[in-house]
Structure formats: C-alpha cells, structure tokens
C-alpha cells in the first residue's frame, strides 16, 4: 500500500484546510486509515481515524467538532477536513494506514503504512 497525502498549507487562525490522502497498491488490504501530525520538537501525535469499510471514526479530543475525516472508497481517497483552525494545529500531517486483521491504535508503532506528510502552517 503506497500513501500520499496532500493539501497542506498556510492559513490564518480561523480558516479551514482540506487534506488528502490517495491509497494505491493493495488497498483491499486496509482496515483503516489514520491522520497523524508531528509539530517541531515534539512526537507524533494521533488526529483520529476511519475505519475503511464502515466509515466509523473516532478523534483527538482538541480536533472533535473541528475535524472530519471521511473517505471515498471507490477513489481510495481519505480526506482531514479542518475547520477553525489555531496555530496549535501547526505541524506536518501525515496519513497512516493499518491493515486488516490488525488492532487500531493510537500509536504510530500501530500503522503499517505512512504517506509523506504535508505541512500545515497555522498564523495567529
């Protein structure tokens, strides 16, 4: 499963971003599909996911009511739709994907695949 992400840029406080993620390669074999960002000096940390064959989702507790994820199957696209967004929210997104038979978690060490990551730079 090859990953890339996309959409990344520079807003203001308050605006919104879309970011995607196009899967290629064995895409028969994902459970799901996970947004990550990684701010400088600091870990990865988990945005939220969606499981690939029933949409379900679940979310960092600062980004719920402010993101979504969603996902196009039959384009294997995943898309982070950010909404109000703050300078805390600058970092690198980076798009993750787990396969099948495989526990979701939070953790990076969880996620067999990674996209490249794009930046997303929050001004005040």
């Known amino acids: 499963v090859q990953l890339q992400a996309s959409g990344g840029g520079l807003v203001q406080a308050g605006d919104s971003l879309r970011l995607s993620c196009a899967a290629s390669?064995?895409?028969?074999?994902?459970?799901?599909v996970a947004w990550f960002r990684q701010a400088p000096g600091k870990e990865r940390e988990f945005v939220g996911r969606i499981r690939w064959g029933d949409g379900s989702t679940s979310y960092l507790d600062s980004v719920k009511g402010r993101f979504t994820i969603s996902r196009d199957n039959a384009d294997n696209m995943v898309f982070l739709q950010m909404a109000s967004l703050k300078p805390e929210d600058t970092a690198i997104y980076y798009c993750a994907a787990v396969r099948r038979f495989r526990p979701i978690g939070t953790s990076p060490s969880n996620f067999d695949y990674w996209g490249q990551g794009t930046q997303v730079t929050v001004s005040s």
């Open positions: 390669g064995s895409t028969w074999n994902i459970y799901a």
